[in-house]
């Protein structure tokens, strides 16, 4: 899924006509703020949902943070569109005469003073060339979609996340910023993931690792294995992190507490 952040006066506007150009299944998310008021049944339900008979649907819920509402939509949708939401760490348009991109923390992809300042053709280009938002979910239904699925008695998984400290004692890093060798990078998970599927028993292998600015506590990278066997499924996914930390030319930044340094300057 590819996710986009439109902000600033106009950006409702804007954002249903982006909607409309876009192919594939979008989810619009506005921001609310009548904090769960209105729009509800009056019952203590956790999400709410009203499906249409042409199979549209409104629903209120609760997520854990928007990283969480992306996961939960990742999987069955083309686009995210937010709406209104300012500190998002994704593609942004930002309207308005005063807008000030060093206060968004996303990577600005379109700017104007109004709706009809911003060339949605050029829009598109820029969103389309953007880092989709994947999911561990979304690579795990990628490899069961295989030719050879119905061989396969396993999946695995890895999942590598920001840890805080390695000790009591340690500083607490507070986030991770990482940068692709663009093209080299997917070229060389392309390549890792070849040569494991070569082995007998390993059917499927996806890569993922995220970029830019990511915090403690949330997840970087995934490996995920379809495999005849657990044994062959487990090894498969161990090669292919380790490989993958040793191949593929990703540069990490930590920031912690008391200072900020690149990875691969300090070792």
């Known amino acids: 899924m590819q996710p986009i952040s439109i902000l600033g006066p106009g950006a409702d506007d804007l954002a249903g006509t982006l909607a409309e150009r876009l192919e594939g299944r979008v989810a619009v998310v506005r921001r609310d703020e009548s904090n769960g008021s209105g729009g509800g049944t009056g019952t203590d339900d956790d999400t709410t949902l009203a499906l249409a008979p042409d199979g549209t649907w409104t629903g209120r819920g609760t997520v854990d943070g928007f990283d969480a509402l992306l996961d939960r939509l990742a999987p069955d949708h083309d686009y995210l569109v937010a709406v209104g939401y300012a500190r998002l760490r994704l593609p942004t348009v930002l309207l308005g005469a005063d807008a000030d991109p060093d206060d968004t923390p996303g990577d600005v992809v379109a700017r104007g003073d109004a709706p009809a300042d911003v060339d949605v053709d050029d829009l598109l280009a820029a969103l389309d060339a953007a880092e989709p938002w994947i999911t561990r979910e979304l690579l795990v239904n990628r490899v069961e979609r295989s030719a050879d699925a119905e061989r396969s008695g396993a999946i695995a998984t890895f999942t590598g996340r920001v840890r805080a400290r390695d000790s009591p004692d340690d500083d607490r890093t507070t ?63 161990e090669d292919g992190i380790d490989r993958l930390k040793d191949e593929v030319p990703i540069f990490k930044k930590e920031t912690t507490e008391s200072e900020e340094f690149w990875l691969h300057q300090r070792s």
């Not at 890569?207 to 294995?225: K, L, N, P």
């Open 175 to 237: 986030h991770l910023a990482f940068e692709k060798y663009e093209g080299v990078a997917r070229e060389r998970m392309d390549a890792i993931g070849a040569d494991l599927t070569d082995r007998d028993g390993v059917f499927e292998v996806a890569f993922h690792h995220r970029t830019g600015v990511i915090e403690a506590g949330e997840d970087i990278v995934f490996v995920v294995v379809l495999a005849g066997h657990r044994a062959e499924a487990f090894r498969a996914v």
